[in-house]
């Protein structure tokens, strides 16, 4: 990076908040893709790390001014490679942006800056007694402006939606430094285009978010978590989509490969309970009342036994559940070192067991396996492409395309929540038409005319 | 009940050899008994061969040494009847016990054969100005402090192992040592099939202690950690959650419901420093904490610390010391 | 075989809150459990009763609410769920409170084998199962972490570590053990069983039942030759340091300092 560059930013930011040391710009360059996915970063970048929204907008009216790219970093949590800079950026780090400007207990929001972690936000919401807030992407590490503009979802979607439902206003940065205030407190607000919707998902291409005003709830004061085994993930699938009819939503329906359950709990030292079955369901509940609760339970628990489940096993303290949601969210950590390409495809409910099944046996044709793992009830599926002798294998690419055409056949996405980032904007085209592409990158260039602003993010 | 008198520390022998908690129980009794004026003595039952007068030099006036080979190895009940017996005819107002795994499993079966009151795991122990004998315990993982009195005689304590400084060795010490019978030899309802020493990991003796926690994600990678301890010579240690959690035993684990540790240096490697883990390691004298949380209770009572995750920072202080 | 399995009642303590400023203990945001070393204690009787079979009983002394630790013991696979609950047990300390569930004991009937857990997460005092084998004048071993084999007269144990030892040790029954947490790994129930929990009758004790083993002044805060004098919630100490943040180098010489100055072993 020019040395002019960084000296206005040191002007701007404070000498302690622009970094240029390679060992410790390192940690900001990338996201937690596989290694052999990532796109390549470019090393000459620089971190800066501004405090409020005044010197973001100095920031970005300099790198406009002087066509200097900007790429934004949050938590580093994506899974995309959104946030990698793939030109010679100046890294934007959120991580000073991190007050909690107001817990509005009356109105039932909360007030953040883009940089308050989840963590950080479910800690601070524990001090009130009673609220909640449930999107949960699996790493609490996600900040919240992070998880705005890549509308994260997560295991909790079958009940609470994703974020998008739950952003109620923001205060953003333009690419040329003005400060824009969208949406607020209010329910209702019907002014003109939703500009807040747009730049939710838009994978940082649009605006730096500073401020997010974000809906809380009250929570859920019980909770359990059921393991149901059954025979076939048939049995296991019809069970989901009756419990889905019933009326009863869970708060998460996880699926797993038994042997992903079965090893990663080997691997954190405990045992996974259910010996009988081949495809096991992690059916999270919660409720206001234990015996809501209960009732839940019971109806999901018939549904199940209509199925042929086995024994289903009921986990009630919240160490319990802590432990087999760990079993759940740690599979990765199993697997991560044979896995060459993760996919995160989604298609309708009802139409999982046949994808799944054309998932296995595409898998079958290339003499290969996958690993599967899915939000189930809410048609989210993880499956991977595993390496060979360590090594990505060459029909990896092929594999890849069959894959998303067997999705497609089910009207399915290439994402259900991972976003396009900078890994998967070839295979966008695959599923979009040219026109709706355009119609993209014809608002890109409204709000960005100079493409400064994480260029070669969902399209080039 | 003034038929209750003098302190008695009832220490404690592993294969012959005295446990150090009786030294330092005889430098906590050595202040009560002076600040009550009356006599300390100590109670030991063990096989032949012991050098008894040690507990005299550490402070002990009279040694009751009870010989038996069926004491070599350590047994409640039989344990139990002979000390029982003894304090029904000796008759001292304060018992002292160190609250090793035997001293927990032992005291509350004389205190409930006494029919009288037991604090356990003792901190401190004080004498109000009224003259009563106050124990100071922690209780729900060491949040609270209770002060707590006995009012039935003799009045029974159990006290952590490294609670309290040894007594000074004084060789000049008078040696009194009153060699006393079982009262009862042998108990059949329980026979010691096989006693062995299966591992010799004691991190209270260690000098360096790197201790890590929740932040090790998996077993192997406990590996990281060893390699780190090995490098500065020290020994791996850690926190309760990890040891709950399955991954380590609980020979390795710091806290207060685990191992008190003094080591010179105490590295903690991703543990945040929940209370129950602090009181376990709070008086090591140089504290190193390395932890991705910045706001962690560990660093509040560090003497270094380095915010950043473990996993990227240990391998490279693997390398570079 | 018949076995008794002792459990307490305590709060969740990741929940519950300490006030240094007032001494006082809040356990309202907390919700109770079984005491998490205890549920090794219920999965010993209950790995036994699978091999050799067995009847189970569970007993807790509390209040009422403390039904519902025992209908959570119900649904792990105890047979019969016991709770001894009246006003005038409150209080107790672990000699008034051992005394009192060895009375509850000896109502009861006669038992093969006692089981505890190792200490409870609130109390951790550890003395309430060997106080209890002294009451009813029975053997005990602590830190058991194996039962080798157990039959109609005899249980033989492995105790982790005693006086720096891991010890074979075999009793003649009845007798009291107390596990470890590495002694098994506690089962979930299965939903059926929990739910059919919800419906069972719990057992009740009252002093008036045990008139014929313990006195009124026996138990509770009038049985308990401890007292509390005051609580005093520690303020959590300080030390002066030196916390780095991204500069890896400086941290490293400074500790590398204090390394080598000890690194004589």
Not at chain 1, 110 to 120: I, K, P, R, W
Not at chain 1, 401 to 415: D, L, M, P, Q, S
Not at chain 2, 124 to 136: A, G, K, S, T, Y
Request: charged share 25%; proline share 3%.
């Amino acid at each position: 990076m020019e040395s002019k560059v960084i000296d206005k930013m040191i002007s701007i930011v404070g000498k302690d908040y622009v970094i240029d040391d390679i060992e410790q710009k390192m940690s900001y360059f990338y996201d937690e893709i596989e290694h052999t996915m990532r796109p390549k970063a470019n090393e000459d970048s620089i971190v800066v790390k501004p405090k409020d929204t005044d010197e973001i907008s100095m920031i970005m009216k300099y790198a406009n001014k002087n066509n200097l790219t900007v790429v934004i970093r949050g938590g580093g949590t994506g899974l995309s490679g959104a946030c990698t800079p793939i030109r010679e950026s100046i890294i934007l780090s959120t991580e000073r942006f991190n007050k909690i400007i107001e817990i509005d207990e009356d109105n039932m929001v909360a007030v953040l800056e883009a940089g308050v972690t989840l963590f950080q936000l479910l800690e601070e919401l524990g001090k009130y007694e009673g609220t909640g807030f449930p999107v949960h992407p699996g790493d609490e590490g996600a900040q919240i402006g992070g998880m705005a503009v890549t509308n994260a979802g997560g295991a909790r979607a079958v009940k609470h939606g994703v974020m998008r439902k739950h952003i109620q206003g923001m205060e953003v940065v333009l690419p040329n430094g003005e400060v824009l205030e969208l949406g607020g407190k209010l329910l209702k607000n019907n002014a003109g285009y939703n500009l807040m919707q747009l730049i939710i998902g838009s994978e940082g291409t649009l605006a730096v978010v500073t401020k997010v005003v974000l809906k809380i709830y009250p929570k859920d004061k019980y909770s359990a978590t059921i393991v149901a085994p059954f025979k076939n993930f048939n049995d296991a699938s019809n069970a989901v989509l009756q419990i889905l009819k019933s009326g009863v939503t869970p708060l998460a329906v996880e699926y797993q490969d038994k042997h992903l359950f079965v090893e990663t709990a080997k691997m954190l030292g405990t045992e996974w309970q259910a010996n009988e079955g081949n495809a096991d369901l992690m059916i999270i509940i919660s409720e206001k009342t234990e015996d809501l609760l209960y009732e839940t339970c019971r109806q999901i628990n018939d549904i199940c036994i209509k199925n042929n489940s086995y024994e289903t096993l009921f986990a009630g303290k919240k160490s319990e559940q802590d432990e087999l949601l760990l079993i759940r969210s740690q599979h990765y950590e199993y697997i991560k070192d044979i896995i060459g390409h993760s996919f995160d495809t989604a298609v309708p409910v009802a139409d999982i067991p046949a994808y799944l099944k054309d998932l296995k046996d595409l898998a079958n044709e290339y003499n290969t396996f996958t690993n599967i793992t899915a939000h189930i009830a809410d048609g989210n599926i993880h499956s991977d492409i595993v390496l060979v002798d360590g090594e990505m294998p060459n029909y990896a690419e092929e594999l890849k395309e069959r894959i998303f055409k067997t999705c497609f056949k089910y009207n399915g996405t290439i994402t259900g929540e991972h976003g396009i980032g900078k890994l998967r904007k070839k295979d966008l085209k695959l599923q979009k038409s040219e026109t709706e592409i355009n119609l993209m990158k014809g608002i890109k260039k409204l709000f960005d005319p100079n493409n400064i602003l994480n260029p070669g993010t969902i399209f080039d | 009940m003034d038929e209750y008198k003098g302190i008695l520390v009832i220490a404690e022998q592993n294969d012959n050899i005295i446990h150090k908690v009786s030294y330092e129980l005889l430098n906590k009794g050595r202040e009560l008994a002076d600040e009550l004026n009356v006599p300390l003595d100590c109670l030991l039952l063990g096989d032949d061969g012991i050098h008894v007068e040690e507990l005299n030099y550490r402070g002990a006036e009279t040694v009751y040494y009870m010989k038996s080979e069926n004491f070599s190895k350590p047994e409640e009940y039989l344990y139990k009847q002979n000390i029982v017996k003894f304090i029904d005819e000796n008759k001292p107002e304060i018992i002292l016990i160190g609250a090793t795994n035997f001293g927990r499993s032992i005291a509350p079966r004389i205190a409930a054969a006494l029919k009288t009151g037991l604090t356990a795991d003792c901190t401190e122990l004080q004498i109000d100005d009224d003259n009563n004998f106050i124990q100071v315990r922690p209780a729900f993982s060491d949040n609270i402090l209770a002060h707590i009195k006995t009012v039935t005689y003799p009045k029974m304590a159990t006290i952590r192992y490294k609670e309290f400084d040894e007594a000074e060795r004084n060789v000049d010490r008078e040696i009194n040592v009153v060699k006393i019978k079982p009262y009862m030899d042998k108990y059949d309802e329980v026979e010691i099939v096989q006693s062995f020493n299966e591992n010799d990991v004691n991190i209270t003796e260690a000098q360096i202690v790197v201790a890590t926690g929740r932040a090790i994600k998996k077993k192997e990678d406990l590996k990281m950690i060893k390699d780190f301890a090995n490098k500065v010579g020290g020994v791996i240690g850690a926190s309760r959650a990890l040891v709950d959690a399955g991954m380590i035993g609980s020979v390795y684990q710091v806290g207060y419901s685990g191992n008190r540790v003094k080591p010179k240096i105490y590295i903690a490697c991703g543990i945040s420093g929940a209370p129950q883990h602090l009181a376990g390691m709070k008086e090591s004298e140089t504290i190193i904490a390395i932890n991705s949380d910045s706001s962690a209770p560990i660093f509040s009572i560090a003497d270094y610390g380095y915010v950043g995750d473990i996993y990227e920072i240990i391998p490279n202080l693997i390398r570079d010391l | 075989m018949n076995i008794l399995v002792l459990i307490k009642e305590v709060p969740d303590m990741e929940k519950v809150k300490f006030d240094s400023e007032k001494g006082v203990v809040n356990r309202s945001s907390a919700e109770s459990e079984i005491n998490p070393f205890d549920m090794n204690a219920l999965q010993s009787a209950i790995d036994i009763k699978n091999k050799y079979g067995a009847d189970i009983t569970v007993l807790t002394m509390g209040p009422l609410r403390a039904e519902k630790s025992l209908r959570d013991a119900y649904a792990r696979g105890a047979d019969n769920v016991v709770l001894m609950t009246d006003c005038r047990f409150s209080g107790a300390d672990t000699c008034a409170t051992s005394r009192t569930l060895s009375a509850g004991i000896k109502y009861l009937g006669t038992f093969d084998l006692i089981i505890c857990g190792e200490k409870s997460v609130d109390g951790d005092t550890a003395q309430v199962g060997a106080e209890v084998a002294e009451f009813l004048d029975m053997p005990h071993a602590y830190y058991v972490e194996n039962i080798n084999s157990i039959d109609k007269t005899e249980i033989e144990v492995v105790i982790e570590n005693i006086c720096g030892s891991k010890q074979v040790r075999r009793m003649k029954l009845p007798a009291l053990i107390g596990v470890t947490k590495n002694i098994n790994l506690p089962k979930l129930p299965t939903v059926n069983r929990k739910l059919k929990s919800l419906e069972i009758d719990v057992e009740k004790i009252s002093l008036d039942d045990l008139y014929e083993h313990i006195d009124a002044d026996e138990t509770g805060f009038k049985g308990s030759p401890t007292k509390i004098a005051k609580i005093v919630i520690p303020n959590p100490v300080e030390r002066t340091g030196h916390i780095y943040k991204d500069d890896y180098v400086t941290f490293k010489e400074a500790i590398k300092k204090e390394i080598k100055s000890e690194s004589t072993i």
